[in-house]
């Protein structure tokens, strides 16, 4: 087998360990990524996001249960996790980002895999997860100073909650810099974002990493 | 219409008046009250979404208005047939009959004449016209994916 095929196959194969439930099998798959941040991040792009994106899919059709949906979540997170100290750099940046899901957003997978290729720079990173509400956000940005807030949202009726939230953010913290991005502008809708100084949009994971080496404060 | 047709299609809808996008986000949380209420008390109700299905109707009432609402202040044509799409795909497969988007658009449109002003029903009301208009196209639509995805088994 090429590369792509077993790439292919251990996408399957881990769709299959979330299905099941088997977290053990999930974690034997990932740890055959966890040699290099290079690894790793092939593991988030071509394993773990298109196997979430199927298990969504079978959950449209009705063929998996919104538990069996809400375990494979919670297994490729664990999994996630367990990655932690192959993801760490010792190079450190003497940089922080602050990352969350806008409020009342749940899905929080896509905002941790970009927490993860933050550490893997030697930025010091905040997750602070689902649903973070504005103010509280706000708060803990007051007490951090982050060189940038990021901020993902997977579901396009939710960004009338994240425009709220840009403005509200630029209002406290006018020299923090966000970054946005997410499944909800999959079918577009990013134009949106260009209505707002000093937010930046990323559309593809694979952009991420060349926003952090370019990164300049304000 | 296929996905190509109705997206060009719909692309004539927006922009839409912000001062219609205002009153339809300030009032529908109260409208998807009477929605529910008003589904919930038809005598068909379980012919047009199925046994056991009304928390999962009241879901789709209440995303239906957050959706709508983010689309009419950020119109985008892809977004609302693909939205569309998805949300038949993901109700059908659950037993919802294909006249429960018809009877929720009258009865939404029934709602919106009593409690909008007519500047913003006038509004509305294209974007739901159009809706109601292309529920055959969505069907089709929807019905290409639905059956290529029946052939689908999990591994044991």
Redesign the interface.
């Known amino acids: 087998m090429n590369e792509q095929d077993n790439l292919v196959s251990d996408q399957e194969k881990f769709t299959?360990a979330l299905?099941k439930g088997s977290y053990s099998k999930a974690l034997s798959i990932a740890h055959k990524y966890a040699l290099s941040h290079d690894m790793i991040k092939i593991f988030y792009e071509q394993v773990v996001k298109p196997s979430l994106y199927r298990i969504g899919?079978?959950?449209?059709?009705?063929?998996?249960t919104v538990a069996a949906e809400h375990l494979a979540t919670s297994l490729s997170e664990s999994v996630m996790n367990e990655l932690y100290e192959n993801i760490i750099s010792e190079d450190r940046v003497s940089k922080c980002v602050l990352l969350g899901c806008v409020e009342t957003e749940h899905h929080q997978v896509g905002i941790k895999m970009i927490a993860d290729i933050f550490e893997m720079n030697g930025w010091d990173t905040f997750f602070l997860g689902a649903n973070m509400p504005t103010s509280e956000l706000i708060k803990f940005s007051l007490e951090k100073k982050p060189d940038l807030i990021a901020l993902s949202l997977s579901v396009?009726?939710?960004?009338?909650y994240l425009e709220k939230m840009i403005i509200d953010i630029q209002q406290k913290l006018p020299c923090t810099p966000l970054l946005v991005g997410g499944q909800a502008f999959n079918?577009?809708?990013d134009?949106?974002m260009s209505k707002y100084q000093n937010v930046t949009f990323l559309r593809e994971f694979q952009e991420i990493e060349k926003f952090i080496i370019n990164f300049q404060p304000l | 219409m296929n996905r190509n047709e109705l997206i060009e299609s719909a692309s004539m809808l927006g922009p839409f008046n912000q001062e219609a996008v205002l009153e339809y986000?300030e009032k529908i949380d109260r409208l998807v009250v009477i929605m529910n209420e008003t589904m919930a008390s038809r005598p068909d109700v379980n012919e047009l979404i199925g046994d056991n299905n009304l928390s999962m109707m009241k879901d789709n009432h209440a995303?239906h208005a957050?959706?709508i609402?983010?689309?009419m202040?950020?119109f985008?044509s892809?977004?609302l047939v693909?939205?569309i799409l998805?949300v038949f795909?993901?109700y059908r497969?659950?037993s919802f009959h294909s006249s429960y988007w018809a009877a929720q658009l009258n009865t939404w449109m029934t709602i919106f004449e009593k409690e909008f002003t007519r500047e913003t029903y006038g509004e509305v009301r294209r974007l739901y016209r159009w809706m109601q208009v292309n529920i055959p196209s969505f069907v089709i639509c929807s019905d290409e994916k639905?059956s290529e995805?029946k052939s689908?088994h999990?591994?044991d």
């Open positions: 299959e299905l899919e079978l959950w449209e059709y009705n063929q998996i396009y009726s939710h960004i009338p079918n577009g809708g134009e949106i | 986000t995303n957050r959706f609402a983010s689309v202040q950020n985008n892809e977004v693909d939205t998805w795909r993901a497969s659950r639905l995805n689908m999990l591994t």
